[in-house]
């Protein structure tokens, strides 16, 4: 059964594969990644813990990612791996709002999608300190809980230790080259099952009248209503 004219399920997750495979609903080959890849976010695209969130216009496949965001405590640049989390002033809940079906269609080109919508991030209630998270150091990052549930359903969800960049290395790569500034976010991709698109069809895409809850572990909660695209 179809939902709100939004196609049942999003696909396979290209951001998992190892091998190269062509995207969902495109013959482009995906290839694995040997270093992170950045996304800028205007911040107007920005909305609170508890906002509505408008399905972006001429979308059929609208998803969400549970993911962790970074915030930049000051101005660096050309960070190092290994000593870039001295910069993180702290961590907080970052969920991504993504039409499946427009980026899929740009993958091919040379330049990545690069258009934040006005509705592309909802950021969680508070910001807490690496110190307060240190008791969870587990690997390349912290042993977080983080999950997803709409209409009160679980859908999925992993651990922010089992995201592939780690908050050392993510800082390393933006700032190659680039200064970042106090204030600046950083967001890491979602884990294990932290997005409609990760279960393969064995869930439906987002509709408007829908409610979403994402919740990380220590780090709060955003949840949101669905709503029809804005009109012109």
Not at 47 to 69: L, R
Not at 146 to 157: F, K, P, S
């Amino acid at each position: 059964m179809l939902r709100g004219g939004l196609r049942r399920g999003c696909g396979p997750s290209p951001g998992r594969r190892r091998a190269a495979v062509p995207w969902p609903g495109t013959g482009t080959p995906h290839q694995p990644r040997r270093a992170g890849c950045l996304l800028l976010l205007r911040p107007a695209a920005i909305k609170g813990p508890q906002d509505d969130i408008p399905v972006a216009p001429g979308a059929t496949s609208w998803d969400y990612e549970v993911e962790v965001a970074a915030v930049i405590a000051h101005g660096c640049s050309n960070l190092d791996a290994a000593t870039a989390e001295q910069h993180i002033a702290g961590y907080l809940v970052h969920c991504d709002w993504t039409a499946r079906d427009l980026s899929a269609g740009q993958m091919g080109f040379v330049y990545s999608p690069s258009k934040s919508k006005d509705t592309s991030t909802s950021l969680g209630p508070f910001l807490v300190t690496p110190d307060e998270l240190e008791p969870h150091r587990s690997g390349k990052g912290y042993a977080l809980r983080m999950d997803a549930h709409v209409n009160g359903r679980h859908y999925g969800g992993g651990s922010r230790d089992e995201i592939h960049w780690s908050f050392g290395e993510l800082p390393a790569h933006a700032s190659r080259g680039t200064t970042l500034r106090a204030g600046d976010l950083l967001a890491g991709g979602p884990g294990g099952t932290g997005c409609v698109l990760e279960l393969a069809g064995r869930r439906d895409c987002l509709a408007p009248g829908d409610t979403v809850r994402v919740d990380v572990q220590e780090l709060g909660a955003v949840s949101a209503r669905i709503t029809a695209p804005e009109q012109p």
